[in-house]
């Protein structure tokens, strides 16, 4: 399905499962009548950001955060890697209530579900870190911002930011999995998403209100991580 034939009254969350997962699979999704293959693609998703976890874990700055809000996470592969990693805090995973159900959370309160629309529904407050890892992607600038406002409003002061994921080189023209990426949004999926350079994203969280941004490059992968604090 290209972008254009996507329903264009669903959020750009949804048209990007729609597109990526097939018309009559979302459909099964969303009503409910098969997780099976659903739950099947966020598995073989969730063995690659596996292994792109250490860039993310061992930055010291994710070391302090007691309570993190995991926005678009997906079946929670990220949540349960910082939960095993750091055994005092706690996480909230926010995402769609088709994809929550796919959640198994093992750690009991330390892992929660908040289900809801991105874009629709407000985040919940309560975190003092919110982390956007591997979904920023999907979104034009425009909608990043918005996102990355609705984290500044949930932020006491000085929770912090992280944005983790594929960042674009300064003069575009480098990088493989960025490259890869870029060009299935474009051509396959939302036809709005790309991957970014990390100044655009530096850029971005200054304009919601974060200041002491700064970013980690040439993690695994080809990943790059931008932290920003609420002033």
Do not use: C
Request: aromatic share 10%; charged share 20%; proline share 6%.
């Amino acid at each position: 399905m290209s972008p254009a034939e996507a329903p264009q009254d669903q959020s750009a969350y949804e048209r990007f499962h729609l597109i990526v997962n097939g018309p009559a699979l979302f459909s099964a999704v969303v009503t409910g009548l098969d997780l099976g293959v659903f739950t099947l693609l966020h598995r073989s998703m969730a063995a690659f950001t596996l292994r792109t976890m250490p860039g993310l874990l061992d930055n010291p700055e994710v070391a302090t955060v007691r309570h993190l809000l995991d926005v678009g996470g997906g079946d929670g592969t990220t949540a349960r890697a910082f939960a095993e990693r750091y055994p005092s805090a706690e996480v909230t995973i926010f995402d769609m209530p088709s994809v929550t159900r796919l959640v198994d959370t093992p750690d009991g309160d330390r892992v929660r579900l908040h289900p809801g629309d991105l874009f629709a529904d407000p985040l919940p407050v309560g975190a003092d870190a919110v982390l956007f890892s591997h979904v920023l992607e999907v979104f034009s600038g425009e909608q990043i911002r918005t996102l990355l406002s609705k984290a500044h409003a949930v932020l006491p002061a000085g929770g912090r930011l992280f944005i983790y994921g594929f960042p674009a080189s300064d003069d575009e023209e480098e990088g493989v999995y960025s490259a890869r990426l870029s060009l299935y949004l474009n051509v396959l999926a939302t036809g709005a998403g790309m991957t970014y350079p990390v100044g655009d994203y530096e850029q971005w969280a200054r304009q919601a209100g974060f200041g002491g941004v700064s970013s980690f490059t040439g993690l695994p992968y080809e990943h790059g991580l931008v932290v920003a604090t609420k002033e």
